[in-house]
């Protein structure tokens, strides 16, 4: 690769994650009051350590919906390590979940993996489609609303339609 495609490579994948990270804790309280600068930005680090691994050794491929959610759950649980430094001692399944399919979602964009299995769950994407009650994804503990939402917009997939491109179409529909 030149060292111009390295650069531009390397610019995106920054954005990627300040995007990634700026939707996934924006309104989440995901940090302890106590915790510092410094222990937040290692905390982000091995966050992101962690996606790219799941996403290395899954996401090349089709994986199945309970996969990704057993991604997801493992995600959460990886961060009990810095337990003393979070609100809740890990993240929230909200929380992981909009971490990783926000970056999957940048990364199926440009082209870089196939089709994710899921999208990113959050009050955009539930106003946009119509799902009702809404519920507050941040505080989501658990995959049950998740999974509601998931099978919700499998039944408003058009034919051939994959959940990805729905959510996409649903996304980009707010903007008109």
């Not at 490579?9 to 990627?16: A, G, S, V």
Request: charged residues 25%; contains cysteine.
């Amino acid at each position: 690769m030149n060292n111009l495609k390295k650069l531009q490579n390397e610019f995106l994948d920054n954005e990627f994650w300040i995007l990634t990270f700026g939707g996934a804790f924006q309104r989440a309280n995901v940090y302890d009051s106590s915790a510092t600068e410094k222990e937040r930005k290692h905390f982000r680090v091995e966050l992101k350590a962690k996606v790219i691994s799941l996403v290395s050794e899954n996401y090349h491929k089709e994986v199945s919906s309970e996969k990704h959610i057993e991604n997801i759950n493992s995600l959460c649980a990886s961060t009990s390590k810095m337990s003393n430094k979070l609100q809740h001692g890990q993240i929230y399944f909200g929380v992981g979940q909009k971490l990783l399919n926000l970056y999957l979602k940048y990364l199926w964009c440009s082209g870089k993996i196939p089709t994710p299995p899921h999208f990113p769950v959050d009050r955009v994407i539930q106003e946009s489609s119509g799902y009702k009650p809404i519920f507050p994804w941040t505080q989501m503990k658990d995959e049950k609303n998740y999974s509601k939402m998931i099978a919700f917009a499998k039944q408003n997939t058009q034919p051939n339609e994959s959940l990805a491109e729905w959510e996409l179409r649903m996304f980009n529909r707010r903007s008109v």
